[in-house]
């Protein structure tokens, strides 16, 4: 296998992302995991509702998963983004800024985006005073006025 092949290719380093290359790492596959660096929940201050880690700030989190990570020869953590994908006969090539790689499988783990509606000031507060998510900040707001 070339340096720039991989088993699968997993596009995304937040919590599924980095779940699926340990996963993957594991189970002794080549893998390439794609962090653009952008993050649905970096504007929140903590990580709730994902057991051992509530309460942990979301750069921690990810920290703490790319030092485990580590530890599995076969995976391969690259700061960089995905701007195209092609089919081939044997899988996949994914483009990236900077070159292509490729893969026999992909794995899209690139999350969710929230579109906030144009309210000045809102943007400000979202993450915190603004909660986007009742699984991540319902036990926060109980009992108060949401």
């Known amino acids: 296998m070339r340096d720039d092949e991989y088993d699968v290719i997993v596009v995304g380093g937040g ?17 390439l995991l794609l962090d653009s660096g952008r993050y649905r929940n970096d504007p929140t201050g903590h990580l709730h509702n994902f057991v051992t880690r509530d309460g942990t700030p979301p750069a921690e989190f990810r920290a703490v998963a790319h030092r ?41 783990a690139t999350g969710v985006r929230d579109t ?19 699984f991540c900040h319902g036990h926060e707001y109980a009992g108060g006025h949401v």
Do not use: K, N, S
């Open 15 to 31: 919590p599924a992302g980095l779940q699926a290359a340990l996963t993957l790492g594991r189970m002794h596959r080549a893998v």
């Open 68 to 108: 485990e990570l580590a530890g599995y020869d076969t995976v391969t953590v690259r700061a960089a983004t995905a701007t195209e994908m092609t089919a081939t006969d044997g899988g996949f090539t994914v483009t990236l800024e900077d070159g292509a790689v490729a893969a026999r499988r992909v794995l899209l």
């Open 116 to 134: 906030l509606p144009d309210v000045p000031g809102l943007a400000d507060l979202f993450g915190g005073a603004v909660a986007h998510c009742p």
